[in-house]
Structures are given as C-alpha cells and as structure tokens.
C-alpha cells in the first residue's frame, strides 16, 4: 500500500512539473507580437488605445498650425492674413474657387497648404477664416 501512496506522489509530482515546465516552455516560445485581426478582441483594445481624433479642427487651429507660415508674413507673395488689399481680389473670386485653389494649390500655393494632413472640410473652415478676417 505504501509503495502504491509513494508511487502516485511521484507521479503528481512529475505530472505537475510536467504542467509547469510546458506552460514555461509555452510562454518562452510565444511569438513577440501577435495578429490582430479586425473584430478579434485584441484589435477592439488596440483601437480602444489609440488616440480618439477630436473630430475636424478649427480654421484658426489649421491656420494657425499650418497656412500662418506663409499667410502671416506673406511669404511667396501669399494674400497675408487680416490685409483687405490682398484679399479683396481674391475673395472676389467667389469663395469657391478659393476652396478649389487652396484645395489644388495655385501659383506659390502648395496644395492644402502642405497640411497633408487636413481634409477638404478643414482647409475650407481654414479658408473661411482667413477670408473673414480680411473683409
Ligand atoms: C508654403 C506657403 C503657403 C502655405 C503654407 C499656405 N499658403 Fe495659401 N498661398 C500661398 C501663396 C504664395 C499664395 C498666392 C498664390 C498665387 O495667387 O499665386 C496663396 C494663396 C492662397 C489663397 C488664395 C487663392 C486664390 O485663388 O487667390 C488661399 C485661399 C490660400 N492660400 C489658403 C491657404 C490655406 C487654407 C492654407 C493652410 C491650410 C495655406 N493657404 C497655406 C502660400 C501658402
């Protein structure tokens, strides 16, 4: 009977150090990173995580970011801000064309104005801003 009582312990023990030294193993080999595919729910997290846009952003916030470079000083012969005489002929072109200009670029004007980053919608508000300060 003792036999038998030592010969399970020794077992549980093997058993259990067998458990212990795979789930080692299992951990040590585990990849680095892992694929997240869309709708598992490690990608749900990852998206959790990263940074929530603010939603579009304010003429004054894309002018000031990025069309004061040029439209502060009047660098490159850019209409400078709040200056009527620059703007009124360009205004008189209609608000939409400004739009199609400063969405394409014009002339020394870089389309969007560099932001690379700006959506249609913001370089409009951008321009709208702009456009109030100078009437
Ligand atoms: C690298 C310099 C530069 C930056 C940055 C810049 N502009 Fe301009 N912009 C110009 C120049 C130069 C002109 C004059 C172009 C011309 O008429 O030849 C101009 C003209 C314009 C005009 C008048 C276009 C027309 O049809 O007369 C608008 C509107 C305008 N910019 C909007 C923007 C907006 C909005 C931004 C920021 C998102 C921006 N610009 C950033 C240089 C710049």
Redesign the pocket.
């Known amino acids: 009977m003792k036999i038998v009582v030592k010969c399970v312990a020794v077992l549980a023990v093997l058993v259990s150090s067998y458990v212990l030294a795979t789930d080692d193993i299992a951990s040590r080999i585990s990849p680095v990173g892992e694929v997240c595919m869309a709708g598992d729910p490690c990608a749900k997290a990852a998206v959790a995580a990263a940074p929530v846009a603010a939603g579009p952003r304010s003429g004054k916030e ?2 000031d970011g ?2 004061s ?3 502060a000083s009047g ?5 400078k801000y709040a200056d009527n005489a620059a703007w009124s002929p ?1 205004i008189a ?1 209609g608000k939409e ?3 199609v ?2 969405i394409n670029g ?5 389309a ?4 690379s980053d ?1 959506s249609d919608e913001e ?1 409009q508000v ?2 709208d801003y ?2 109030s300060a100078a009437q």
Not at 75 to 79: I, L
Not at 112 to 115: F, Q, R
């Open positions: 894309i002018y990025k069309c470079l040029c439209h660098a490159a012969g850019a209409p360009r072109k064309q400004l739009y200009n400063a014009i002339g020394g004007m870089p969007k104005g560099l932001c700006c370089i951008a321009v702009m456009v």
